[in-house]
């Protein structure tokens, strides 16, 4: 069993929808939980990052860590075609990145 | 702002041959990560190189090797290919003591072994 799981998808949304993501983690030592976006054919590109418990917004773009039950979420308001993409879950304890299986996000215009 | 740079981008090689690929930090990063994706897959972690010394080691197959330079540059050398090392190699650069130690993401390389 992965130590971090993520739904692979694909997610199809119309723009301006809210796009919900998540992932679910075994190791309760996991002190970092990040969240990257991943065009095709390039390398992932870190988007937000938190430790604690609770929200954390950037923009449009809001983390959410539940620590008790090891889950952590990233919601997209006012989607755009730009955010089609790959978003992948990663978690750190010990500098290791343990990345999700990622989630591919299409936002239809 | 600096990239962490990775060359080649795309590399074909055919089977039993040897690749060698080079990862340039961030400036003042200290730190290499290498990953490999195959398609459709997440990165998986090969191996970590902090101030010149391998940090921590994942699923490197005993054919790669890997090290870091003075400059902090770090190459991962690949050896007898095979085809199903045919993948995207990422390399990640961070500063460690840097809390958190955030991962910045080069383009990769492309590695097709026919």
């Known amino acids: 069993q992965k130590e971090v799981e993520q739904d692979p998808g694909p997610l199809s949304v119309p723009e301006g929808a809210i796009v919900s993501l998540n992932c679910t983690y075994s190791?309760?030592?996991?002190?970092?939980f990040m969240w990257y976006r991943q065009y095709s054919r390039k390398g992932p590109e870190l988007l937000m990052y938190?430790?604690?418990?609770g929200n954390k917004e950037d923009g449009r773009f809001t983390a959410q860590v539940d620590k008790s039950s090891k889950y952590i979420s990233l919601f997209i308001r006012d989607s755009q075609p730009s955010d089609s993409a790959t978003y992948l879950c990663?978690?750190?304890?010990?500098?290791?990145?343990?990345f999700g299986a990622g989630t591919t996000v299409t936002v239809r215009a | 702002a600096a990239g962490v740079i990775q060359s080649p981008r795309h590399l074909i090689k055919e089977k039993r041959e040897t690749a060698t690929l080079k990862c340039y930090p961030i400036p003042r990063h200290d730190t290499v990560y290498w990953y490999q994706q195959g398609p459709g897959q997440d990165p998986q972690f090969l191996i970590s190189?902090?101030?010149?010394?391998?940090?921590d080691k994942g699923s490197i197959p005993d054919r790669f090797s890997a090290q870091q330079f003075s400059d902090y540059h770090s190459e991962l050398n690949m050896s007898s290919l095979e085809l199903g090392d045919s993948a995207l190699y990422f390399c990640a650069s961070s500063a460690r003591g840097v809390s958190p130690e955030t991962q910045y993401f080069g383009p990769g390389t492309r590695l097709l072994v026919l």
């Open positions: 190791n309760s030592a996991f002190q970092y």
């Open positions: 190189f902090y101030e010149k010394m391998q940090s």
């Open positions: 938190t430790y604690s418990s």
């Open positions: 990663a978690i750190t304890n010990d500098y290791k990145l343990s």
